[in-house]
């Protein structure tokens, strides 16, 4: 089943990059972004895709802690529950 699963994952996130790769190109028009430490030019495709990735990487470390206490917490119960059918 989880080879399923990685499988579906592996062919969603191709059909994600594909995706970028076709909005990337079809959006060619050049734009100066300016950060604290200097600017470049890059098109308006590629710039957003780069915000949207950076956005995703962002979501997924905020989320990261609540997640390993949640696993944490299920690995504790899961033990637990193991204790109390071997008694």
Known sequence: MSKL?????VILL???????VAFAL???ERLSVDYL???ID???????LIMFSLGGVFG???RLP???AIK???LKVERELQRTKQA
């Open 26 to 28: 079809s959006n060619s």
């Open 60 to 62: 997924y470390l905020v």
């Open 72 to 74: 944490s917490r299920l």
């Open 14 to 20: 191709a059909a994600l990059v594909a995706l970028g």
């Open 42 to 48: 890059v098109s308006a495709g590629v710039a957003l």
């Open 5 to 9: 699963v990685l499988l579906i994952e």
């Open 37 to 39: 430490i200097g600017n």
């Open 66 to 68: 609540s997640n390993i």
